[in-house]
């Protein structure tokens, strides 16, 4: 079998795996005509600038924050809070939870919560550094309270500087996607408003990820 197919296959199997594991959200309901937009890394230099995008268009997103950026930039965590976006852990160092033991991985966590001031979503979110997840951490996590937040739509806004490149990956979204974006790049924030136009000309409506689960 080529290689391709090899990877195709994985992923096909990694994803059924993720959307039985009770914990895990990976894709929402395709029955709602909503979507979530959701960005890594941050806070940086862009943030202000995605959130000007974001109040712009009027649509909640959701942002996976690392624990060690957050700790710098309590002025942005409440920023985001307070334009009534959704934030979440991301580590706090980028580290990939799959390298760890529980206790190194708890306490990332738990490190990240603290600069986060807390979730206002219930059990608290995370989503793995690099999608790096093996069994393990995974059941780390969710034992220990944790919603895991994976995403069903990649446009690989990381392998590219190219906003065209970024709408184009946007191109299949569907109802119930969560859409992986980064924060930091010129070029997905650039991307946002004609992805937001597309989506909400196709029926679509962005909520957070939290939102888009919510029963
Ligand atoms: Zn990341």
């Known amino acids: 079998?080529?290689?391709?197919?090899?990877?195709?296959?994985r992923a096909l199997m990694k994803n059924a795996v993720?959307?039985?594991?009770?914990?895990?959200?990976?894709?929402g309901p395709a029955t709602s005509r909503r979507v979530a937009l959701t960005f890594d890394d941050g806070p940086d230099h862009?943030?202000?600038?995605?959130l000007t995008v974001l109040d712009e268009l009027g649509v909640p997103a959701t942002f996976f924050l690392l624990g060690a950026r957050a700790?710098?930039?309590?002025?942005l965590v409440r920023e985001?809070?307070?334009?009534?976006h959704q934030i979440a852990g991301h580590g706090f160092d980028h580290k990939r939870f799959s390298t760890m033991g529980r206790r190194e991985l708890l306490e990332q966590c738990a490190r990240t919560e603290a600069a986060l001031g807390g979730q206002l979503s219930g059990r608290p979110w995370v989503r793995p550094p690099h999608g790096s997840l093996d069994a393990t951490s995974l059941i780390h996590l969710v034992t220990a309270g944790y919603t895991v937040a994976m995403w069903s739509l990649d446009p690989r806004?990381?392998?590219?500087?190219?906003?065209?490149?970024?709408?184009?990956g946007c191109a299949g979204m569907t109802a119930g996607d969560v859409v992986?974006?980064?924060?930091?790049?010129?070029?997905?924030?650039?991307?946002?408003?004609?992805?937001?136009a597309d989506l909400q000309a196709a029926g679509l409506e962005c909520v957070t990820m939290h939102?888009?689960?919510?029963t």
């Open 1 to 9: 079998m080529n290689k391709a197919v090899v990877t195709s296959v």
């Open 80 to 84: 985001y809070r307070r334009r009534g």
């Open 46 to 50: 862009l943030t202000e600038r995605y």
């Open 71 to 75: 700790a710098s930039r309590p002025d």
């Open 157 to 168: 806004d990381y392998g590219t500087t190219s906003a065209a490149d970024v709408v184009q």
């Open 211 to 214: 939102d888009l689960f919510a």
């Open 18 to 27: 993720y959307d039985a594991f009770p914990g895990v959200r990976r894709r």
């Open 180 to 196: 992986l974006f980064h924060e930091g790049q010129d070029w997905t924030l650039e991307a946002l408003p004609r992805i937001v």
